[in-house]
């Protein structure tokens, strides 16, 4: 009797968790969105605000209250409805990404940019006392960063279809993608910053929950070593919102900054500009992450699971690059040539370090973090150019380690579910035992490598070109340590894919079990990221010829000089 | 009329003598009247001054002074006496249960 | 619209300027009454005749019941606290009441949008913990006590009557214009905070945390006063105001015209503010903080962190803003002080709260680490306008607006933790974080708004916690941005700019400890004692799903209250 009067008090706590929780939703929403079928000046609708941003936060917060409320029993039961409704919403998502990218939803030719010009611009009133707007936008840089988002949150559920509690885990990849897509999207620096914290969050619990053994250690470092950065760079919105009597607005911001250099003057004053240049550029390179503020990354991904590791290689390092680009590029000009050299110093030291200490390591994902470091290293230099090329090389950099990275997480994911370790000398031979994982795994390097015809090639190779064309021979340097890397790192490879004879070698881990392969889950996954990676490299102008366009539009319309 | 100087140069040294018993003594009844020692440096200080000024309202100030003094200490030894029948003990340095 | 009325002569007036005041007396007087209400008769001497009195006997049934007191207490407050917030809608109302007329007229109480903010905040404080408290009182402490005893409503109506004396108190502290009547006011509230902390007499803990408290808080009040009659021989009065009629000569503005530094105000200010820095809990008074709030009952704790918290605030906005405001350059150091304080005070809270395992103390650190940031908010405060003309304008308000807002919105997140808490706590005192491992098996919403709460209180957005330090940053790189109009170097920024760097690097390093309840909230397998689900406890789950509410809404949307703490603070 009494396990049965608890049982309906809790249900009636449930019920009333859901309707309350749903009327508040409902209240959010109706008072923060005007309304969603409005056009702006353009004709267009909003696809962002609620298919993009606002859509996956709330159904992925609806979904996991939903789990949270079953009981162990029915959670089972309801674990493959709410991966079926994650990756619905995901896909629907791309189709929307997918579909403004050829101009089917708005007619819209992202090849053309315009410098400090979005497409699908759209303004809400948010917080009228501080003059804090919910205001969107999209131009190419923006929109190749949400486009990339949007192709890997279902990439990744497939991958990582099998994670024990699917019923938290998939919704958290889709609350994760919304996060990141409102960090693209954003135009108001109060939102970019609710969004720049927010996507901690999702990472955060998908470190603490399906980690590795020392997930606390690497899920706090994470949040800590992030924010503190982000604190700093908080400073210096704060800062910059008083000097321009108060407008967030960063199209406003980069108006007047634009108009400053238009005049010949430097916007803010030099001083002022070089500290604002610098406590941003402090957040960015925290998040990208660039030598000596790498630490916590090789922690977060060794210990991260395969989905955390994806989301995290593949566009959380992005929003390092994409800030870099919106604002220090953007919006202090003058200052950006006053510390080329620190970037380029740090772009330079990231690449050599990152690749070197890549070779020592034993530990098959801690071996890519630091490849990701030095690949980061790489977005860094391509900015140091100064080049258009460059730039157009580091935002393609940027997109083909965002397909290339997340298949190296899959590809050392699996390998660990399978073989339950991540050391590289335990094992020989994986293309006997496990054929199916030793060829993604080798295609995954080469891709991870730059080798021609895929897609990292075509960043790496263009990155050099713009180095060359500033800075003369001294491409050497970065050059060399991109093939010597390469020649050891595939070394290292073969000798774990492809030696020990005929029966090669196990790892003790395994504990006399017979390898198995991957599952149809993981090798769909990999297939279609590897499918991306061979056609971004073999066509790489489907987007480079926007990036390439955007890059053109920041030099012709601030930086004012360099020209192609 | 004596000069209010001396009146406020006794309130100076009742509340210093309170203030270092505060400090130094560990019993809580002593603390306690350490406090209304210096309530008493308050109340000389207040009808001191009015007397001063010929302002009534320091006098006010010093009665309600009193009242505040008095409703302090039923309240203390209330506060002490609980503690007591919890810990057979009044001395503050004995009392430490409450740590990190 | 401006009043002024001579108190409790004119008719009407008065009444209606105090009218929360005087609801939440009659409700004091109604909870003294009611609960005592019986079947005693009196006999006629000399006479078999028995006249039924009412007061005593055998009480009915409908006032011996034990949710009696509470239901009152609600009651009152939602009275109270509709008519404050009622008196400044539309065109807001202002009462200058003084006592004495004419040439002996003494301003002793305003009414205006300033001290029916605090006033509402207090009311929301109070009546949140009045309602979490239904579950709380009958709660179970140990066998020996019997159950019946604790259900006794005597009991519970000394705990309303003592919430309720310390809501009048503080509502005094809001209006009070003369510094004596400030200190009565907030004496009022402390007596009445004092039992409550040390309500729990029958655990060893509560008399301990109690008498800590209330010791440290007697000498300091008692120093307060002493500062107060410092100021009284200075002055002759303790008017913060000057009075045109009168001629009487303000405490703010003797301070403004006196010839440098005098050693006796000087000295009765610092008396002055120790008393306010206790209530704070301001290094170097933070002493018996993390020990009343460990040894209080969780929603007591809440009150301290919370409302009497605020209370020292408004005496420091008093004192500082109103009478020791620097006059140009010469006041430099006395700021600087200011600012060293509360440079320590938010270093040293963030540091002892990552040496802190037990929970309770964790938010007393923290809580004392939120009064160095609003220290810090004062120090610029205190600068802006030492400046004087050169000053950004608009600064101070922003300032004062934010450190309003802060103490509004500690009420939906710090009081929400301690409500958590409390909830937590039906199962046994909470001694340390494995109490609160596994929180999230045993009521997932429960450890969400917990986590939640903590993140407000780090300062994570889109919660309110992250409003509130935006503000007062803004406020004080606002002030630090001296010249704006023309392009500023970093080193022409003012000093106050490192203070707001300041607060910031000590909300990364208080993400530590926040972080660290989180995981163990959802990470950590519940201990041996605590694997039930939770007690239903409606009650404190109301009060906990309000702050949440109130984390979330204002969060995402601040617009309301910012304007009515600008209000607010343009009319301190």
């Not at chain 1, 590795?212 to 982000?230: L, N, V, W």
């Not at chain 3, 789950?541 to 607010?568: H, K, P, S, V």
């Amino acid at each position: 009797m009494g396990a049965h009067q608890n049982a309906n008090f809790r249900m009636g706590e449930r019920e009333m968790i859901l309707i309350t929780g749903f009327f508040a939703i409902i209240a959010i929403l109706t008072y923060m969105f005007p309304s969603f079928a409005e056009t702006n000046s353009d004709g267009q609708i909003d696809w962002i605000t609620m298919p993009l941003v606002g859509f996956p936060i709330i159904a992925s917060g609806v979904l996991m209250a939903f789990a949270s409320m079953a009981t162990r029993r029915r959670k089972r039961n309801i674990e493959m409805p709410i991966k079926l409704a994650s990756l619905f919403f995901s896909l629907f998502m791309l189709a929307i990404t997918t579909s403004l990218f050829f101009g089917i939803l708005e007619s819209i030719n992202w090849d053309f940019s315009t410098f400090n010009s979005y497409e699908l611009e759209f303004s809400y009133a948010w917080n009228t006392t501080l003059g804090v707007n919910w205001h969107v936008g999209m131009d190419a840089l923006s929109f190749s960063m949400v486009w990339l988002t949007t192709l890997l949150l279902p990439i990744v559920m497939i991958t990582t279809w099998e994670e024990k509690a699917g019923w938290y885990h998939h919704p958290l990849i889709l609350m994760m993608g919304g996060a990141l897509i409102g960090v693209f999207v954003s135009l108001d620096l109060f939102m970019f910053y609710v969004f720049w914290e927010l996507t901690l969050i999702p990472m955060f619990f998908l470190i603490l929950k399906w980690g590795g053994s020392e997930r606390r250690y690497a899920a706090q470092k994470f949040f800590i070593y992030t924010f503190t950065a982000s604190v700093i760079m908080l400073l210096g919105i704060i800062t910059l919102y008083f000097l321009n009597d108060g407008s967030f607005d960063i199209t406003e911001l980069t108006r007047s900054s634009q108009a400053a250099s238009d005049r010949g003057d430097v916007w803010l004053g030099a001083n002022m500009q070089n500290a604002l240049f610098l406590m941003f550029l402090l957040g960015f390179l925290v998040k990208l992450p660039a030598v000596p503020f790498h630490t916590w990354l090789p922690d977060a991904h060794v210990q991260a699971p395969t989905s955390g590791s994806m989301l995290l290689a593949g566009v959380m390092l992005k929003m390092g690059g994409y800030g870099l680009f919106r604002f220090c590029v953007s919006m202090f000009p003058d200052a950006l040539v006053n510390f080329q050299w620190l970037l380029l110093t740090i772009g330079l030291v990231s690449l050599v370090y990152g690749s070197l200490v890549c070779l020592g390591q034993k530990n098959l994902k801690k071996m890519v973090a630091y490849s990701s470091v030095s690949h980061m290293g790489v977005i860094t230099l391509g900015i140091a150019t100064m080049e258009p090329l460059g730039f157009t090389a580091a935002i393609f950099m940027m997109f083909a380690h965002g397909i290339i990275s997340p298949m190296l997480f899959a590809v050392c994911g699996s390998f660990k579910h399978h073989y339950h370790t991540l050391e590289i000398g335990a094992m020989r031979g994986l293309a006997r035992h496990s054929p199916f994982l030793g060829v993604f795994m080798m295609f995954s390097w080469m891709a991870s490598l730059g080798l021609p015809l895929l897609a990292g090639f075509v960043a790496e190779i263009a990155v050099l070109i713009a180095f060359w064309k500033a800075f003369g021979w001294w491409v050497l340097l970065p050059g060399l340590t991109l093939a010597i890397t390469a020649a050891y790192y595939l070394w290292s490879m073969q000798r774990t894919i492809f030696e020990g004879g005929l029966e090669g070698e196990l790892p003790e881990s395994l504990h006399g079990e017979s390898p198995v392969d991957i599952s149809r889950w993981e090798g769909s996954g990999m297939m279609i990221m590897a499918l991306l990676i061979v056609l971004f490299g073999i066509l790489p102008w489907i987007v480079f010829d926007m990036m390439s366009g955007y890059s053109l539009a920041v030099f012709t319309g601030i930086l004012g000089f360099g020209g192609v | 009329m004596i000069d209010p100087t001396y009146a406020i140069g006794l309130g100076a040294i009742l509340f210093t003598i309170g203030l270092w018993g505060a400090f130094t003594n560990k019993n809580a009844i002593i603390v306690l009247m350490c406090a209304e020692l210096i309530l008493n440096a308050v109340n000389i200080n207040f009808i001191a001054a009015a007397a001063q000024y010929g302002d009534v309202t320091g006098w006010v100030y010093a009665v309600i002074a009193i009242a505040i003094a008095a409703a302090e200490v039923a309240i203390g030894l209330a506060i002490f006496l609980s503690l007591y029948s919890q810990r057979e003990t009044i001395n503050l340095d004995e009392v430490r249960l409450l740590k990190n | 619209m401006v009043t002024e009325v001579q108190l409790f002569t004119e008719g009407g007036q008065t009444w209606e300027a105090l009218a929360p005041e005087i609801t939440l007396l009659l409700g004091v007087v109604m909870m003294l009454i009611i609960p005592n209400l019986g079947d005693a008769k009196w006999r006629i001497p000399m006479t078999q005749i028995r006249l039924p009195v009412l007061f005593g006997g055998k009480r009915f049934r409908a006032t011996s019941d034990p949710q009696l007191p509470a239901m009152l207490a609600v009651a009152t407050l939602l009275t109270a606290l509709w008519q404050a917030v009622m008196s400044q809608s539309g065109e807001g109302q202002t009462w200058y009441l003084t006592s004495g007329s004419g040439a002996e007229a003494n301003l002793m109480l305003r009414v205006d949008a300033f001290s029916r903010l605090m006033e509402s905040v207090f009311y929301v404080a109070l009546l949140l913990i009045s309602v979490a408290m239904i579950d709380r009182m009958p709660a179970k402490r140990g066998k020996s006590l019997q159950m019946k005893q604790m259900i006794n409503n005597r009991r519970q109506a000394d705990f309303y009557i003592l919430l309720l004396m310390s809501a009048i108190g503080m509502s005094v502290v809001t209006m009070a214009m003369d510094l004596f009547m400030f200190f009565v006011g907030l004496e009022i509230a402390s007596l009445a905070i004092f039992v409550l902390v040390a309500f729990q007499k029958e655990t060893p803990e509560g008399a301990e945390g109690g008498a800590k408290y209330f010791i440290v808080g007697a000498i300091s009040s008692a120093v307060g006063l002493y500062g107060l009659s410092l100021l009284y021989i200075w002055n002759g009065n303790l008017q913060l105001l000057s009075n045109t009629v009168t001629g009487q000569i303000g405490l703010a503005e003797a301070w403004g015209t006196m010839d440098g530094v005098g050693a006796l105000p000087l000295l009765g200010l610092c008396f002055v503010l120790v008393g306010f820095a206790f209530k704070v809990s301001a290094v170097p008074f933070h002493f018996a903080a993390p020990d009343a709030y460990s040894g209080a009952s969780a929603p007591i704790g809440g009150l301290l962190a919370t409302v009497s918290k605020a209370m020292g605030f408004i005496g420091l906005i008093r004192v500082l803003a109103m009478i020791a405001s620097p006059e140009a350059e010469s006041s430099t150091v006395w700021m600087m002080g200011l600012g060293i304080i509360s440079l320590v005070t938010m270093t040293w809270g963030n540091v002892a709260a990552l040496g802190s395992d037990n929970p309770k103390r964790m938010l007393a650190y923290s809580s004392v680490a939120h009064a160095g940031y609003m220290l810090a908010g004062l120090t610029a405060y205190g600068a802006w306008i030492g400046e004087g003309n050169d000053a950004t304008t608009g600064a101070g308000e922003w300032i004062l607006a934010a450190i309003l807002f802060h103490l509004a919105v500690l009420v939906a997140f710090k009081l929400g933790a301690f409500l958590v808490l409390a909830l937590v706590e039906l199962d046994g005192q909470i001694t340390s974080s494995k109490d609160l491992a596994g929180l999230a098996k045993r009521d997932p919403v429960i450890a969400t708004a917990m986590f939640i709460f903590m993140l407000s209180l780090a300062g994570v957005p889109p919660l309110a916690g992250f409003m509130s330090k935006f503000l007062l940053i803004g406020g004080i790189v606002k002030m630090s941005l001296v010249d704006a109009a023309s392009g500023v170097a970093m080193s022409d920024l003012h000093w106050t700019f490192w203070l707001a760097l300041a607060v910031f690097l000590n909300s990364a390093i208080s993400i530590f400890y926040y972080l660290r309840i989180g995981v163990v909230m959802f990470f950590d397998a519940p201990p041996e004692d605590r694997r039930k689900p939770l007690a239903r406890a409606w009650y404190i789950r109301f009060t906990i799903w309000a702050c949440l509410t109130g984390t979330l809404l204002i969060g995402l949307n601040a617009d309301f209250l910012i304007e009515y703490c600008q209000t607010a603070a343009a009319t301190i």
